[in-house]
């Protein structure tokens, strides 16, 4: 499975953006998708994470109210809405396929990133 992350930006505080991670080969697999963020300096963390079916979501704290996940199955494609951004956002965002969980040992495929920079 090949994940390309699209979406990042510049953008002001209290800005919006939305981020895309489209899947392709072996997609025909049930993954649950992730987003995490790795801030420069820090370790990679969490985000959100929805599972295949029926949609189940979960949230670190620092996302929720904030952001929202979801995915379109029959397009492959999972979306992270971020709405209310803080400076604090500004972080290279992953998306990933694996297991639904919080941990990034439960993710097997990984994407390349998207850099999101907000502006205070």
């Known amino acids: 499975v090949q994940l390309q992350a699209s979406g990042g930006g510049l953008v002001q505080a209290g800005g919006s953006l939305r981020l895309s991670c489209v899947a392709s080969g072996r997609t025909s697999s049930n993954y649950a998708m992730g987003w995490f963020r790795q801030a420069p300096g820090k370790e990679r963390d969490f985000v959100a994470a929805?599972?295949?079916?029926?949609?189940?979501?979960t949230y670190a704290d620092s996302a929720k109210g904030r952001f929202t996940i979801s995915r379109d199955n029959a397009k492959n494609t999972v979306y992270l809405q971020m709405n209310s951004l803080k400076p604090e956002d500004t972080a290279l965002y992953y998306c990933?396929?694996?297991?639904?969980?919080?941990?990034?040992?439960?993710?097997?495929?990984w994407g390349q990133g998207t850099q999101v920079t907000v502006s205070s």
């Open positions: 990933a396929a694996g297991g639904y969980r919080r941990i990034e040992t439960a993710y097997t495929y």
């Open positions: 929805i599972s295949w079916s029926p949609g189940t979501t």
